[in-house]
């Protein structure tokens, strides 16, 4: 009885299986390039694998690009064409590009950049000639990253004071720029200070008052006052900065309701007052006005018309320099 069965089990097992397929496999061919870019008269070297196939190389268009019967691809002229290698049964069709090959001559970047601290900023680098295509993608470093750091693409952010020269290099065509790092300063604070009057010969609306760092509009006391422009013509304060600064704005604050109107800015060159700005029609009592940046020791508002009374009430006047140190 335990025959039967055994011979039983045997059977269903052997009708239960599947018949045996054949399935076949698709040989391939592999190139050690998926595509080609390249200059004309360059030239690239093409491998098939496996390697112990024979393979022959063709191209679809020899204006373009011609192929060696080694796989060895020379461009020919500007253009797109295909390599096709075949071995049997197995091919491949490998896109080649070939463009004209124009030299890098030089490298155009701005001479000098200025950035306060802690601002960014991003530089270019202009290629000549324009079409340039020989070199690669743009390399930027830092010689003072205490000062300036620099990133892959160009830019830069300032770091601490002083100055840094940032290379850009392309090819074997590199170029320096100087970046300066500067902090604000008002270069006016605690100057001496002159004026053209001093509203009834006070002792109190002192001109030494506007240049205090004391900014208090509720203090009536502190602040210079002149003789009216109405009745004396145009009055003046001037600050004399003691030493030669990059100065490129300029900040003051008058009493409220009491704007001053018509005014100069002006900076001295070899003993003489030249304008650096001229406002007319002014209507805010806390004035600012940022210029290009210019080289003086000595500034001068200059108001050809005060206050509606002609009157000037400054509390401060503040004068943006740049300092490096």
Known sequence: MKQIYMIFAIVVLIAGCDPYVRTEVEESLYINHQSLSMFVGEQMQLSASPTELTCSWESEDASVATVSASGLVSGVGPGSTYIIA??????????????????????????????????????????????????????????????????????????????????????????????????????????????????????????????????????????????????????????????????????????????AIAFQFQKEVDGQWVDIFAVTGNTATAYSNTFETTKTSKVRLYFTNGARDGIVRMYEMQVNGKSYE
């Open 86 to 259: 075949t071995s049997g049964n197995r091919s491949a069709r490998i896109p080649v590009t070939a463009i004209v090959k124009v030299t890098l001559e030089d490298l155009e970047l701005e001479s000098e950049v200025e950035l306060s601290v802690g601002a960014k900023g991003t530089l270019s680098a202009t290629p000549v000639p324009a079409e340039a295509n020989d070199y690669g993608r743009l390399e930027w470093s830092s010689d003072n990253e205490k000062v300036a750091t620099v990133s892959a693409s160009g830019e830069v952010t300032a770091i601490g004071l002083g100055r840094a020269t940032i290379t850009c290099k392309a090819g074997n065509i590199s170029k320096n720029i100087t970046i300066s790092i500067f902090r604000t300063v008002n270069v006016a604070l605690l100057k001496p200070a002159t004026a053209s009057s001093v509203y009834q010969n006070s002792s109190v609306y002192v001109p030494s008052k506007a240049v205090d760092g004391i900014l208090n509009t509720s203090d009536a006391t502190n602040r210079w006052l002149c003789q009216a422009t109405t009745t004396n013509g145009p009055q003046w304060i001037a600050v004399d900065l003691q030493e030669e600064y990059e100065i490129f704005s300029v900040q003051f604050w008058t009493q409220s309701g009491y704007p």
